[in-house]
């Protein structure tokens, strides 16, 4: 597929690395000719989906171009030698090329290792790193439950878990202090310190710097750029994260089910996977109970590979290329200009503010991720099972809860350590009864979020909903209970 006015093209390692100027205008041609064409099914819908840090969309094309490749071949187990398995294996290694070409990466440092999705990677960097008593896990508030859970594992083998805080109201990181922390590794010990390159949360983009800057005290440094990808350029060629972990439904929409680890070859050797499966080894036994590892990614994709799902991949990095990500980069940042403005702005009749913004109101350093909840006249926070509602009315796709991003939440919320040890919640306490016990002033924030197609009228829609929570008094009995975060 070939988009007009396209300025970086997909065909070479060579126009990939080339950065090209970041786009001051942001191309309306070729994104609105796109959205007309290519995800026609959105405004033939009365779509607005503003919830693309869910999960990104993807354009007809791709579909079309890769039912075009499964049609055109037999495709068998790559697990195989035989020709239908060779086809599969040459689709798998194609896709893989592609991976480490978007991202600028060197097959002579960096490995791209299939994973169902960043969950996927970010597990398989948490039970194989060799964590032992001593050892140091270093991780920002502002993370996914995803890396969050990497401390169970930490924790599993007695190393050290330490939490840097979010400050409010912006909700970046304590500088200072993360500065302290990275200074303090201990000589012999591995040392892992994982952050988002953006958070799902608030939007902020927490400084790529870092990852030098951990390297030069002794840290591995696992960058979850799950939230960042979709519409910010990593350059792997410039940054040098050990684990890089993604999913490729958020950059593209299709295909789920796919995600991706890229990591340094180097830090890959450090891991210690705790079993072996079909595919990641080249022989096993059962009376000698001996197993020889496979080289290579293999020793890290579990079972079968999603083969068929992998030439998708490739297609759908190309669209980005030919779209440019820079472009992209440039539409979803004057959106998101415009879209905190518009809440910054809200007020009621008696003049207080409609909204309250978690993160940063301004675009310096953040992406098109935007948390928000709004606000009464006097000042309570409306629930956000209510704005659910209206915005289903409105035919509006967000995002409401935490997010899976339970620190960033605390922050923004001014929850206390102590506070969450006031209650559990399980059995005998339901999400409701907890929330209230706690003091919290809803079930969480309300996420608006921009990606590929998002565009004026996309914000105009934004607007009008907006309009129906100026002057809400209260919101009407009987919302549905919470399904949690
Ligand atoms: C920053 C970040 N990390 C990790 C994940 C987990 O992604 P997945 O559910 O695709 O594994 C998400 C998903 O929202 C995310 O936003």
């Not at 009749?349 to 098109?368: K, L, W």
């Amino acid at each position: 597929m070939t988009v007009a006015g396209s300025e970086q093209h997909s065909s070479g390692s060579a126009a990939l690395g080339h950065r090209p100027a970041v786009v001051a205008d942001p191309s309306p041609s070729t994104l609105d000719g796109l959205r007309q064409t290519d995800f026609a099914r959105l405004d033939n819908g009365g779509h607005i989906y503003m919830d693309y840090t869910g999960g990104g969309l993807y354009a007809e094309s791709q579909l079309r171009r890769h039912m075009e490749v499964l049609s055109g071949g037999v495709f068998g187990n790559p697990h195989s030698i035989n020709p239908t398995s060779a086809a599969s294996t040459a689709l798998v290694e194609r896709a893989r090329a592609s991976v480490l070409r978007f991202f600028n990466a060197s097959a002579d440092e960096y490995e791209a290792i299939f994973t169902p999705n960043a969950t996927g990677a970010l597990r398989l960097v948490g039970e194989a790193y060799p964590f032992h008593a001593g050892d140091r896990f270093l991780l920002t508030f502002d993370n996914h439950n995803s890396v969050n859970g990497i401390r169970e594992f930490a924790r599993a083998r007695g190393a050290h878990t330490t939490y840097v805080p979010s400050v409010p109201p912006d909700l970046r990181v304590d500088l200072p202090l993360l500065t302290r922390y990275l200074q303090d590794t201990a000589g012999d010990h591995h040392n892992l310190f994982a952050y988002p390159a953006q958070s799902n949360f608030s939007g902020v983009q927490h400084p790529l710097e870092w990852i030098e800057q951990a390297h030069d005290h002794g840290w591995d440094v696992l960058l979850d750029a799950a939230a960042f990808v979709p519409t910010n350029r990593l350059d792997l060629g410039r940054w040098h994260p050990d684990f890089v972990a993604l999913s490729f439904y958020k950059m593209f929409g299709w295909p789920t089910g796919v995600g991706c680890l890229i990591a340094r070859h180097e830090a890959l050797a450090k891991l210690e996977r705790p079993w072996f499966s079909g595919g990641t080894i080249v022989a096993a036994f059962v009376q000698r109970e001996y197993h020889q590892s496979a080289a290579g990614p293999a020793h890290f994709e579990d079972g079968t590979v999603d083969y068929l799902s992998l030439p998708a991949v490739e297609i759908g990095l190309d669209l980005l290329s030919e779209i440019g990500i820079d472009t992209i980069h440039a539409r979803v940042s004057s959106l998101t200009a415009e879209l905190l403005a518009l809440l910054g702005g809200l007020r009621h009749s008696n003049g207080a503010p409609a909204t309250t913004i978690y993160g940063p109101n301004s675009t310096e350093a953040r992406g098109a991720t935007v948390a928000f909840n709004f606000l009464h006249p006097d000042g309570r926070v409306v629930d956000e099972r209510y704005v659910d509602q209206v915005a289903s009315a409105h035919n509006i796709s967000l995002r409401t809860g935490c997010f899976c991003n339970p620190g960033a939440g605390e922050v923004a919320f001014t929850i206390s350590r102590d506070t969450l040890l006031g209650g559990e919640f399980g059995d005998a306490l339901t999400l409701e009864d907890y929330i209230e016990a706690i003091g919290l002033p809803s079930g969480g924030a309300i996420r608006a979020s921009f990606g590929i197609v998002s565009n004026q009228a996309d914000l105009s829609a934004f607007t009008r909903f907006c309009d129906e929570f100026i002057d809400l008094q209260r919101v009407p009995d009987g919302l549905p209970p919470r399904r949690g975060c």
